[in-house]
Structures are given as C-alpha cells and as structure tokens.
C-alpha cells in the first residue's frame, strides 16, 4: 500500500507564473490536508478537503491560492503569480475519513519544495 | 486560539544519554497530541500518537507522556544515538481535523 504521494518533489518558478503541486493520498482516504512549512517556521494548517468538497479553508491566503480534490484524480494546490515569499515547503496528508476524529490519524507525504525566483 | 510551543528549540547532547523533549499547548480541548520526527529536507514520520483519553504511549526507546489538563507533553528518548538527530515536532489535533504544529526541537547527538 503506497504512502501519499506528492509531486513534484522540486519546483522552481519564476516570480507571476503558476505552480500547481499534485497530492495523491493512501488508498482508500476521501480526506485530504494541506499545510505549509515557510523557511525557519513551523508548519502551518492550509486545507483541508473531502471529495468535491473544500471542509476548511481557514488557513489559506485569501488571494492566488486555491486547492481542489475531485472525483477522480489527485488533490491540486495551485498558486498563482507567486511571489518570493510563496518559497516554502508544502506537504500533504491523508486520513481515512471514518467519521470520528479520534481515529482518523494524518499521513504524511514527502512534501514538495516550491522555489521562486 | 491553540497554540503549541516546543521548549527547547534545540538540544545537543553526546551519544547514550537520554533526551527529554516538551511540548505545551494553550487550549486542552483536544482530540489526540501527535510526536513526528522531520530529517532535513524531508517529510514527517509519525513518532506516536496519544489519545486524548490516554497518559502515555510506548514504542521502543520512545516514550511520550500527556497531561491534557495542564496542556502538557513530554518525549523521552532513552539512550539516544546519532541516528537520532532530527526535528521532533509535536501537533495537536482539535475539533476540526486539523493539525496546530510547535515550532519543533532541532536535536543533534554527537557520537
């Protein structure tokens, strides 16, 4: 059974263009999370998401950033026109979604590290 | 708001003593309170989990201990090695899903 998946694992891009960083959670979890690990912080809550379904957005940027999980497919995070201060590491986890929070335990994805230039 | 701080914010010790790391949290309405270990550029590995109802868990050298009324947590390590070196994070999860991280410890043991 895989663990989550991210990729890419790398992302370098130039200041205004767009990044899109895919999540693909462990076989058989319909939750996804995002959070995001800026240089020297710690890691800090974005997303989180159900199929088709965006459950808590609480932690996003109110402006170029959007996450989507659907159907079929993987998570996306995208950020548009990003700016240096975007640079940082972002992770996603998984969880199996059982309905009763103190069971549905988080796995973690290897992260993809987002360098803006 | 919970907040989560992690004291201290780095730690060096030689090989074989053990490490004592803690973790305090501001609001005790939590579900579970989670240690991970972070490698330099790489992603998170689950430590251990404590659940809100228990005092302690166990895994190998690793021992986490929490006192929810007081917003505490504390893991040991016993007889540490350099394959220990790493940033232990502790994060606790609330009503919601989602995971309050501290700021984590970096920790180095010299052989």
């Known amino acids: 059974n895989a663990g989550v998946m991210q990729n890419p694992r790398h992302l370098v891009r130039r200041r205004g263009q767009e990044a899109r960083l895919r999540c693909s959670p462990m076989k058989g979890h319909s939750h996804v999370y995002w959070y995001r690990q800026l240089p020297e912080e710690g890691l800090k809550f974005m997303v989180y998401l159900q199929k088709e379904n965006i459950i808590d957005e609480s932690g996003m940027p109110k402006e170029r950033f959007s996450a989507e999980f659907p159907k079929e497919g993987p998570s996306i995070l995208r950020i548009q026109q990003v700016v240096r201060g975007d640079s940082a590491a972002y992770f996603c986890?998984?969880?199996?979604?059982?309905?009763?929070?103190?069971?549905?335990?988080?796995?973690f994805g290897p992260g993809t590290r987002l360098t803006v230039l | 708001k919970q907040e989560v701080t992690q004291i201290p914010a780095a730690l060096s010790v030689p090989e074989g003593e053990n490490l004592v790391l803690n973790c305090s949290f501001t609001?005790?309405?939590?579900?579970?309170l989670q240690w991970f270990r972070q490698d330099p550029g790489k992603g998170l590995t689950s430590l251990l989990l404590i659940q809100s109802s228990q005092r302690e868990q166990t895994s190998g050298r690793l021992n986490a201990s929490l006192d929810k009324s007081s917003g505490r947590s504390t893991l040991y390590i016993a007889a540490s090695q350099p394959g220990d070196s790493a940033t232990y994070l502790c994060a606790v999860e609330a009503a919601g899903n989602k995971l309050t991280f501290g700021g984590g410890t970096r920790v180095l043991v010299k052989p």
């Open positions: 609001d005790s309405a939590i579900y579970n």
């Open positions: 986890a998984s969880s199996p979604g059982f309905g009763q929070t103190f069971t549905d335990t988080q796995y």
